[in-house]
């Protein structure tokens, strides 16, 4: 693989992704399709070498751009998406636009241009929740939320192109992610940077003992490498970090490394249709040879002081856009 499109490179695991294939394979140059929403980030990709990287601002639902920046590629990995669940409950109209029509634009451009490998990131959050348990790949999906459901449509969408036009599409389900240059939307670096602010932490009330399997983001970009060059055309791979915490430990957690108390810990109301607990056995990718390599407690230690350090990346996202998002989503609560 020479020549790698990937598509939301400028967003969080994106740009990791980037970054990693950069310094793992020193022959591959990576053409960078982002469209900039507000979670498109070129200080994620500051120092890149330009020889070696070319970006193009785009929407993956633009057809004509979506051909021209594919042309030439062996490989495209779509990262591109509307990520965040609260957004989707706020209303989901962009994200059945990306996550759906832009993943349809995506598999029909790369069945006419006969791209050897597709690989399209998904999530765990297609399962649904599980009380007991882990799912495996070949388990039922059942998305309760937009965002899951609008990934759910565009994975199920992008493999009925490997069984109807037999298009190479191989799909990763990867677990919550973590590490720098995390939009601050997400519980993790909305979070860390409240307590560093000592400002209060939203916490979901009825929701403190949710589950999410921590995943730091180097694993999963490693994870999707793995899927990317070992896995077979057809397949579905979980990547799972392993971490299962609930939000109350998480929070506790982000507490201590940041030296504030639990008098920060604000309960607000609990997001609909809160998923309770996500679990995936990564057991399929792991017999490709993958494994995950962040121990949880140094991940957790790397990423809180990332952010205690480079408060010039996420004080302007702050106070940007960010700001009138925050007042609607929780200013009210
Ligand atoms: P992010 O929100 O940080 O970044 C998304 C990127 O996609 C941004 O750069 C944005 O500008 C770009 N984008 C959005 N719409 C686009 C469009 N129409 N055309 C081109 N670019 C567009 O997201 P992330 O957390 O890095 O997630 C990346 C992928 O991984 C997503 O597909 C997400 O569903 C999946 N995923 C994320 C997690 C997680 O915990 N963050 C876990 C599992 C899977
Ligand atoms: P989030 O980071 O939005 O990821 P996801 O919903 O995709 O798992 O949320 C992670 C968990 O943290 C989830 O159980 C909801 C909870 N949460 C809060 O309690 N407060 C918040 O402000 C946010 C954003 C999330």
């Known amino acids: 693989m020479k020549r790698i499109l990937v598509t939301g490179g400028a967003g969080f695991i994106g740009s990791a992704f980037v970054r990693y294939q950069l310094r793992t394979y020193p022959d591959v140059h990576i ?15 500051r120092d890149l070498d330009p020889n070696r990287h070319t970006f193009i601002r785009g929407d993956i639902a633009d057809a004509a751009i979506v051909s021209s920046a594919m042309e030439g590629c062996d490989a495209v990995v779509n990262f591109a ?32 241009l006969g791209v050897q490998r597709v690989l399209l990131v998904s999530t765990d959050e297609v399962y649904g929740s599980i009380e007991e348990g882990s799912f495996k790949e070949t388990d039922p999906l059942n998305p309760r939320n937009p965002y899951s459901a609008a990934k759910a449509g565009g994975e199920l969408l ?32 909305l979070f860390v940077t409240n307590a560093i ?6 916490l979901y009330r009825g929701g403190e003992h949710n589950v999410r399997d921590w995943l730091y983001v180097d694993d999963h970009c490693s994870g999707i490498d793995t899927a990317l060059r070992k896995g077979a055309p057809g ?7 392993g971490n299962e915490r609930e939000n109350m430990t998480l929070t506790n957690k982000i507490l201590e490394l940041t030296g504030r108390d639990e008098s920060l810990i604000t309960l607000v109301a609990d997001r609909p249709g809160h998923d309770r607990r996500y679990s995936i056995d990564p057991g399929k990718l792991k017999a490709l040879g993958w494994a995950p390599a962040m121990p949880w407690d140094n991940g957790m230690e790397l990423t809180v002081r990332w952010y205690q350090e480079n408060e010039w990346w996420w004080r302007k996202i702050k106070s940007g856009e960010f700001k009138e998002y925050y007042l609607k989503q929780y200013g009210n609560r």
């Open 31 to 45: 053409v960078n399709l982002d469209k900039m929403t507000y979670a498109g980030n070129l200080d994620n990709l």
């Open 81 to 112: 998406a509307e990520t965040h669940v609260d957004r989707s409950i706020l209303g989901a109209t962009e994200f059945l636009r990306t996550n759906v029509d832009g993943v349809y634009n995506i598999v029909e451009t790369a069945k006419k």
């Open 158 to 189: 992008g493999r009925s192109y490997f069984t109807t036009f037999g298009l190479p599409v191989i799909v990763t389900r990867g677990s919550n992610t973590y590490g720098p240059y995390q939009y601050p939307e997400k519980v993790l670096p």
């Open 197 to 202: 602010d000592s400002e209060p932490l939203p």
């Open 235 to 241: 397949e579905i791979y979980n990547v799972a970090g």
